[in-house]
């Protein structure tokens, strides 16, 4: 099939060779390094701006002595007027001023907080912590508790999930697994969605420019559809291998443009146990355990196998039309509507990854590329199982070949079809008859 | 030999039929007409001979074989009516990447571009695309394309639409050189004056069916109605005579059919015999514009939808 790849490298060379296809494989996993990066940045930078509090602690809740906390350097203010002291505190370094009256502890009220600037929600709940932390030893105090026992009695664990058969467990991580799993769902869906449009504009602009009949006195109109779509779906995968490659290396950069990164990694790795690690270093520790080879390896079969099913449909739906788009979008309702079941069972699918939906959703081949993706990063063999991945691979392959064999068909008929738009009455016979 | 044996070729469609039993051949080297109303089959027909569609009954035999869809293809160059080119990429490449498909090498379609496009002066096109091309500079190029690969079998569709005098008269002198080195051409059109300028052979389709087969001159000769122009030295007063009679006069120009029974030579010795100069005597021919539209005429030139129960 000589002159498949013929075309196949025409439909290639004139989409890579584009201005923007290069702008969108580079820029994209720039963008998107770019914002982990600011993530990141934020992350690390986050305490290094302190704010200064004045106390005028008139109930002596903090006993004169108070720790400084997250952003806040707190200072006890002894003998001064609340009045005139407002006067004069942005003078001495403070920003802002916590007054705190006369106190009943069992119903108290009146702590007001004195700043110019509004102060964020985060930062009045910090500082309404430390308050209600004072008040509760208080109260402690007052009814005999030991402040110091309690704590010791307090327990504050988390659960270690580890996921396996037998003897073999791994740590896995649910909220990482479902990350990676809409990710990935979401990605397959978008794909799809594009390089099956850039197959159906690519026969539409050669049945419009009247080069199909050109073409097809050379090829077969079979040929020439396949050379398309193989020759679209490289671009894709072109792309992807380009993206994965360029995150891989951007990503060995982050340690570079962020040294401190590293040492607070590290801090927070042997922070005592029994304290929950910073989320970034969970993120960090959760990714180490995903299989990544196998989801890359798994995404690209799916892109594959789901790209090539759908874009011979759109390859169908594009012959059939004639000039319009909008011919176009009405005909491809049909086949978008699968497209987007499917992403309605992902969502579910991404989140309760054995339920009977989400089992039907990746085995049916109209939905299996994007629910299966969904379902694979959290484990191959567990939570899906061989047996379904196999059963699921099997029906898409058939999927595809049907589809394609049914696309083929009405492709070649309507691609030599002038003057009309072409109904889904009409195209179910020109597949069916003869 | 025969570079082209069709034999009662069908095709039928759901609403029409489209091409109905016809049977034609075509010898190498010769420029064949393909004529008839809109509708009539043609494309239909060349798109069988080109291995587009396949023919519901009949058989076609090319270069002596019977014809084989997949690979004789490479022996045939078809310009159709409804054509174009990619509208983003480079005139040169394209030519390129159609000689490909037409089985030529890489390198062999490079060159063999290269030296078409210096023969036709279009050296400079090459970077150039085909938005940059006027329709007629379109139409040449397309030209070229379709015959780049040196096809046996070449087919045009309406070559000359949109082309200027100069440009159709390349063209047209290209079309004498192909046929010389023994490559046969297929022409479909509706412009007979250009049909009975080029081609050697016609046939004329209507409504499906074959309804004329045969050289121009014998066509011709086929549908005289025995007319011919006389011019005198004088203008005749009264003409009674019984072997002609003056279809239209002008001064001293008559156009007299002769009746049946009688010859030329009896219209001539009639003058003669008057006593009258003649300055010339020539027969008149129909055009094979005149024979279409007496063949066409009468017949509904729309064709009708009606249900095929083949």
């Known amino acids: 099939m000589n002159k498949i790849g013929v075309i196949l490298r025409r439909e290639y060379m004139t989409r890579v060779a584009k201005r923007s296809f290069l702008i969108m494989t580079i820029m994209v996993p720039i963008l998107i390094f770019g914002f982990y990066a600011a993530i990141v940045a934020v992350a690390i930078s986050g305490s290094s701006e302190k704010q200064n509090v004045a106390v005028l602690d008139n109930a002596s809740l903090f006993n004169g002595k108070i720790d400084s906390t997250g952003n806040f350097n707190f200072t006890i203010i002894k003998d001064q007027i609340l009045d005139t002291f407002l006067q004069k505190y942005q003078q001495k370094g403070y920003g802002s001023v916590l007054y705190i009256p006369p106190l009943d502890l069992n119903n108290p009220g009146g702590i007001t907080l004195y700043s110019e600037l509004q102060i964020g929600p985060v930062a009045q709940s910090n500082i309404e912590k430390v308050v209600n932390n004072a008040i509760e030893n208080k109260r402690m105090v007052a009814a005999n508790i030991d402040p110091e026992k309690l704590s010791k009695i307090k327990s504050d664990i988390s659960i270690i999930p580890k996921i396996g058969k037998g003897k073999e467990f791994k740590k896995g991580s649910s909220e990482i697994a479902a990350g990676v799993a809409y990710a990935a769902g979401i990605l397959i869906y978008i794909t799809m969605f594009i390089y099956g449009m850039m197959v159906m504009r690519g026969v539409m602009e050669e049945k419009i420019n009247r080069i199909a009949e050109v073409i097809v006195s050379s090829v077969k109109p079979f040929q020439l559809m396949m050379g398309k779509i193989i020759g679209i779906g490289a671009v894709g995968l072109t792309q992807f291998i380009i993206w994965i490659v360029l995150m891989f290396v951007l990503q060995l950069f982050l340690p570079v443009l962020f040294p401190s990164l590293g040492h607070s990694m590290a801090s927070q790795a042997t922070q005592t146990p029994g304290q929950s690690p910073g989320a970034l270093a969970a993120i960090t520790e959760g990714l180490k355990y995903m299989n990544f080879g196998l989801i890359i390896f798994f995404f690209i079969f799916y892109f594959i196998a789901g790209y090539l099913m759908y874009a011979s449909l759109f390859a169908a739906v594009g012959s059939a039309v004639s000039e319009d788009m909008q011919e176009a979008q009405q005909l491809t309702l049909p086949i978008t509507m699968p497209i987007v079941l499917a992403f309605v069972i992902m969502t579910k699918a991404a989140t309760d990854p054995s339920s009977g939906l989400a089992i039907f959703g990746s085995l049916f081949p109209l939905t299996s590329p994007i629910v299966m993706m969904a379902r694979i990063p959290y484990g191959i063999g567990t939570t899906v199982p061989w047996w379904q991945l196999g059963l699921s691979m099997l029906f898409l392959i058939f999927g595809f070949i049907c589809t394609t064999w049914l696309a083929g068909k009405i492709y070649r008929t309507g691609i030599l079809m002038y003057g009309k738009k072409a109904s889904w009455k009409e195209m179910w016979k020109w597949a069916f008859r003869s | ?310």
């Open chain 2, 1 to 310: 030999m025969n570079m082209l044996e069709v034999k009662g070729l069908k095709k039928y469609f759901a609403t029409q039929k489209a091409v109905d039993d016809i049977s034609f051949s075509l010898e190498k080297g010769s420029i064949f007409g393909l004529l008839g109303p809109n509708g009539a089959g043609k494309t239909t027909l060349i798109r069988m001979i080109t291995g587009i569609f396949y023919p519901d009954e009949g058989e076609i035999i090319f270069d002596g074989k019977p014809f084989d869809p997949v690979n004789d293809v490479t022996g045939i160059g078809y310009m159709p009516e409804e054509r174009g080119l990619y509208k983003k990429m480079k005139i040169g490449d394209q030519a390129v990447y159609l000689a490909q498909l037409k089985g030529l090498s890489q390198s062999e379609a490079v060159k063999k571009a290269k030296e078409w496009f210096i023969k036709f002066g279009m050296q400079s096109w090459w970077n150039k695309k085909i938005e940059d091309l006027s329709k007629g500079m379109g139409q040449k190029l397309q030209f070229v394309i379709t015959v780049l690969h040196e096809p046996k079998l070449i087919i045009l569709d309406e070559p000359f639409s949109g082309l200027d005098p100069v440009n159709s008269n390349l063209i047209k002198d290209e079309i004498y050189n192909l046929s010389k080195k023994g490559s046969s051409i297929i022409f479909s059109t509706h412009r007979m004056e250009q049909v009975e300028e080029i081609c050697d052979h016609i046939i004329l389709l209507n409504k499906g069916k074959k309804i004329l087969d045969g050289t121009v001159g014998g066509v011709k000769q086929q549908f005289k109605e025995n007319l011919f122009s006389i011019s005198l030295e004088v203008a005749p007063a009264t003409i009674a005579e019984e072997s002609f009679e003056i279809i239209h006069q002008t001064d001293k120009r008559l156009i007299v059919k002769i009746k049946p029974g009688f010859a030329p030579n009896d219209v001539l010795s009639y003058f003669i015999g008057q006593k009258t100069g003649i300055l010339s005597f020539q027969e008149i021919l129909p055009s094979l514009s005149d024979i279409f539209i007496k063949l066409v005429e009468g017949t509904p030139l729309t064709r009708q939808f009606q249900p095929i129960t083949a």
